[in-house]
């Protein structure tokens, strides 16, 4: 079973994520990219999914931001286990639980991990994933890898997409770029989006940036 991008327009180009794969969500400063997070999470919990949700937040934070965008279509009250970390060597732990594991923010949590053991960490991660039919969704934050860590997991990934945010003379222009995805494709072009902190909107428009 794959978990749906319930995201109108988005899903046109992706339309769903498929079990057994591992997924790196990057961005800026935008909180868009935690927003999308947790929607896929709570997607994958209405769909019967068990999650594992780390973070570095306070677990009653992330609790109350997932009740909140949840709304009345809220999973079941254990539909997921949130786990609030400091620092994350590898995921053996999480293993076990099975259904979507959703780190936010992984390159924070990394900080402190040499290149070839985040590889050999994330090689482990993309492992469990094929073998036992789980599926990971690691959020980045743009910057904060050295390149080494960065090359490392945009190489392992099997679907990596990017927000973007920048200035422009109409206000801030938000986009998304997919420079990898399953099929061995990637979408050469931006792909425009609103946020208004409770909803994201892709325009599909062609435009000039």
């Known amino acids: 079973m794959n978990i749906p991008i319930e995201v109108p327009g988005l899903d046109t180009i992706i339309p769903d994520i498929q079990e057994g794969k591992m997924v790196i969500v990057e961005s800026g400063a935008d909180s868009a990219k935690s927003f999308f997070v947790r929607r896929l999470s709570l997607t994958a919990g209405r769909i019967g999914w068990p999650v594992s949700f780390v973070t570095s937040r306070d677990p009653s934070e992330v609790r109350a931001l997932l009740t909140a ?123 425009y989006y609103e946020f208004d902190g409770r909803r994201i909107a892709v325009d599909l428009r062609n435009r000039v940036l």
């Open 69 to 191: 965008e949840g709304g009345k279509a809220m999973p079941s009250d254990d539909w997921v286990k949130v786990y609030e970390r400091d620092e994350l060597d590898d995921f053996e732990e999480f293993e076990g639980n099975g259904g979507l594991l959703t780190v936010d923010s992984y390159s924070f949590l990394t900080l402190n991990v040499p290149p070839p053991k985040l590889a050999t960490s994330l090689r482990q991660l993309h492992s469990a994933c094929r073998n036992r039919g789980m599926t990971a969704l690691l959020a980045t934050d743009r910057g904060m890898f050295d390149p080494r860590s960065e090359a490392v997991a945009t190489h392992l990934a099997d679907g990596f997409l990017q927000f973007h945010a920048r200035e422009s003379a109409d206000g801030v222009q938000r986009f998304l770029r997919i420079p990898k995805w399953m099929d061995g494709r990637f979408v050469d072009r931006n792909i």
